[in-house]
Nanobody
């Protein structure tokens, strides 16, 4: 069982940067076997996948809206996932969720619902 907890959200100005963290405190050794991803949900909108990383950390996916601005990374020894957000825009305002895929490959989060979710962290960007 994975227990994912996000941190690092906050209120910033446009063009600022933030780094979100997600740690699996479930106590198991399953983190390294899962693809991991970051979703976000803005008010009145559906939850969307913004970044995805496979179990090795070598392969990543980004939504077009965040490509070249966001960077996803992981450290399997620390059971931790990060999302670096730069050049933030007001439209990036959302609750950001960490999620574990149902398998190790990068495509699992693009094709199926995650196996585990965090509770989310709010990011608010002012113009």
């Amino acid at each position: 069982q994975m227990q994912l907890e996000e941190s690092g959200g906050g209120s910033v100005q446009a063009a600022d940067s933030l780094t979100l963290s997600c740690k699996d405190s479930g106590g198991g050794r399953t983190f390294a076997r899962h693809a991991m991803g970051w979703f976000r949900q803005a008010p009145g909108k559906e939850r969307e996948l913004v970044a995805d990383i496979d179990f090795t950390g070598l392969n990543t996916y980004y939504a077009e809206s965040v490509k070249d601005r966001f960077t996803v990374s992981r450290d399997n020894r620390k059971n931790t996932l990060w999302l670096q957000l730069s050049n933030l825009r007001p439209e990036d305002t959302a609750v950001y969720y960490c999620a574990a895929g149902r398998g190790p490959g990068i495509s699992v989060l693009l094709t199926a619902q995650p196996a585990f979710w965090g509770r989310g962290t709010q990011v608010t960007v002012s113009s």
